[in-house]
């Protein structure tokens, strides 16, 4: 089953809006990462934040971890047509040197 | 630095074939994971190659196998195709396998 679950499945904005995705977990990890995927493409990297880092800024990006609670929260702000896009939480189990993705969060930007 | 490459991109096979994906990661990478993307179970790791040996493995059947050479190179092998194997496979290669990983853009397989 998947370590991550990404919260809402799908998001529809319009341009210049802020876009919120969560993830919630359920084992203990090393780390947590963002990714981005372009209809059918592969993914691309975004963010990392440590188990011990509660927050961490990426240009537009904005990433929350809380442990205690097992969650994370990505937010772009500003957001623009060329986010539109499926984004993935991974996490990294603690002992483990493999990345478990939830099943995404499909963000649509509208003009 | 060049990305991690895949080939073929596109593949279509019959039910009962073999297909063998192969996958380039990045110079210097050692960290070699394998995914399927389906619409219905979403990203799935396949298995996890570091330094030529397979250091992590998921739930799926032995039909699938790979290999990774001394080169950091990755192979892997699907065999006895089933129609629900059509699949998006996805190779990313890491530092460490729990780092942050550079995708490749993927082979689309189709079985019919």
């Known amino acids: 089953s998947q370590q991550g679950e990404e919260d809402p499945q799908a998001l529809s904005i319009q341009e210049g809006e802020n876009a919120t995705m969560n993830c919630s977990y359920k084992?203990?990890?090393?780390?947590l990462q963002w990714y981005r995927q372009n209809s059918g493409r592969g993914l691309v990297h975004l963010i990392l934040?440590?188990?011990?880092?509660r927050e961490k800024h990426s240009g537009r990006l904005r990433v929350t971890l809380d442990t205690s609670k097992k969650s994370s929260s990505l937010l772009i702000t500003a957001s623009r047509a060329a986010d539109t896009a499926s984004y993935f939480c991974?996490?990294?189990?603690?002992?483990?040197?493999?990345?478990?993705f939830g099943k995404g969060t499909m963000l649509l930007v509208s003009p | 630095k060049a990305g991690v490459t895949q080939t073929p991109r596109y593949l279509i096979k019959t039910r009962g074939q073999q297909v063998t994906l192969s996958c380039s990661p990045i110079?210097?990478?050692?960290?070699v994971s394998w995914y399927q993307q389906t619409p219905g179970q979403g990203l799935q790791f396949l298995f996890e190659?570091?330094?030529?040996?397979?250091?992590n493995k998921g739930n799926f059947p032995g039909r699938f196998s790979g290999r990774q050479f001394s080169n950091s190179r990755s192979e892997m092998n699907v065999s006895t195709l089933e129609l629900g194997d059509s699949a998006l496979y996805l190779c990313?290669?890491?530092?460490?396998?729990?780092?942050?990983?550079?995708f490749g853009p993927g082979t689309r397989l189709t079985v019919t």
């Open positions: 990313a290669s890491s530092l460490t396998g729990a780092s942050e990983q550079y």
């Open positions: 084992t203990s990890i090393n780390n």
């Open positions: 934040i440590r188990s011990n880092e």
């Open positions: 991974a996490t990294a189990p603690s002992g483990y040197s493999t990345l478990t």
């Open positions: 110079s210097g990478h050692r960290s």
């Open positions: 190659y570091f330094s030529e040996t397979q250091r």
